[in-house]
């Protein structure tokens, strides 16, 4: 490197070895070992299934690029199709489909709060979420974690002086600690204080509600709840349909920048989701059996004397010191399971953990040498 090109580059070393110093810089593995660190829950991503509506499509003719964003030539069929048959499973008046969940949060965040509006979002929700909202023309404000009072409090002391509308902002269930919001509770606070409620499902959708549909099934159709089913997790393939009114779903056609400016999802990967979607519907069992190993392993954790706070598919093991978290995951990876490390800033500061992932890619006999193998790595260590 010469020395002119090395001064253009000298603050973004500096910010890596600052990384790196704190055991925070991250890099790029293959996957190998048992998979307990995927979102893949209902182990669709590589299902038989998938391929052959994959196959069968290529075989008609559907193309695999859209050729151009939604509002030109790009809005194929497959995508129409997808968004119709979308509204009717998950019970809403519209969907409209992105590319994957982060721009989803980011479209909606950055086009339909307005100046003026307050947005108040939940500490833990997912890094797109802040994004949208620092990028957006709304305030926001933070409310403590799966706190009710923490919401109102920050919605009273707002109307104040503020006017607009107010925007409360969760995930359902959340990708980091496995625990779930109150959905009840909000979407009552919601109707008091005559706010819209928009729900991130990712780690939900086809795990939760009736089908797979989702905790915010039973309150699809409100005017004023907009929610967003990734893709890319349970549904095995890519991308996210954002459910809501058709008002504001023709408001984002004409206002929002993420879905007007940007090519049109494959039109490969809307037949995708559409056979992900029916396989939610005719093969209920895949959703059971996840719930049956989600218990199975909540027990074998309890049994072995392990601290939880999960009831969920998402189950943190929290371990507090960013390089120690990253030495057990190795020595895990090591042993052959696949268990990935978490540090600030997607943590907290001082939660470094490993994120272990329930997925129909493992059994039970997966998970008891997977536990029985952490147990021996931890031996000895202080908590």
């Known amino acids: 490197m010469n020395a002119n090109h090395a001064a253009k580059v000298a603050d973004y070393v500096a910010a890596l070895h600052v990384l790196k110093h704190d055991n925070r810089l991250r890099s790029l593995r293959r996957r190998a070992g048992i998979d307990f660190a995927s979102n893949d829950y209902l182990a669709l991503a590589s299902a038989p299934r998938m391929k052959k509506a994959l196959m069968a499509a290529l075989e008609a003719g559907t193309p695999i690029g859209a050729g151009g964003s ?5 809005n194929c069929e497959e995508h129409e199709v997808l968004e119709a048959e979308a509204a009717r499973f998950f019970g809403a008046e519209t969907a409209l489909f992105f590319s994957g969940g982060y721009v989803a949060n980011f479209a909606i965040l950055t086009t339909l709060p307005q100046r003026g509006d307050l947005l108040v979002l939940d500490s833990l929700v997912h890094a797109s979420i802040h994004e949208g909202a620092r990028a957006g023309r709304a305030e926001f404000r933070i409310s ?21 509308r107010v925007w409360i902002v969760v995930e359902s269930l959340y990708s980091m600690d496995g625990d779930f919001a109150p959905l009840e509770e909000l979407v009552a606070i919601a109707d008091r204080h005559d706010a ?9 959708t086809g795990v939760y509600g009736e089908q797979g549909r989702g905790l915010t099934a039973p309150h699809e159709r409100r005017e004023n709840l907009l929610v967003v089913h990734t893709c890319g997790k349970a549904l095995g393939t890519a991308g996210a349909l954002v459910t809501a009114s058709g008002v504001l779903r023709d408001f984002m056609i ?28 005719q093969e209920p069992e895949r959703q059971q059996r996840l719930a049956n190993l989600v218990a199975f392993t909540h027990r074998e954790i309890g049994v072995r004397g392990l601290r939880n706070t999960s009831d969920s598919q998402i189950v943190p093991y929290i371990v507090g010191d960013n390089s120690r978290a990253m030495r057990l995951a190795s020595r895990l990876q090591a042993r052959g399971f696949d268990i990935r490390g978490i540090r600030p800033p997607t943590v907290p500061a001082g939660t470094a953990r490993l994120r272990i992932s329930l997925t129909l890619n493992v059994v039970e006999d997966d998970v008891r040498a997977m536990l029985d193998a952490l147990i021996e790595e931890t031996r000895g260590e202080s908590r």
């Open 70 to 74: 939604r509002l030109l030539r790009g």
């Open 144 to 164: 403590a974690h799966n706190d009710l009072q923490s919401i109102e409090n920050i919605i009273r002391d707002w109307r104040e002086g503020g006017t607009g």
């Open 196 to 204: 819209f409620l928009m729900v991130d499902e990712a780690h939900a």
């Open 254 to 281: 004409n206002r929002c920048r993420p879905f007007i400016y940007a090519t049109a999802p494959s039109p490969l990967t809307a037949v995708a989701v559409r056979e992900a979607i029916l396989i939610l519907q």
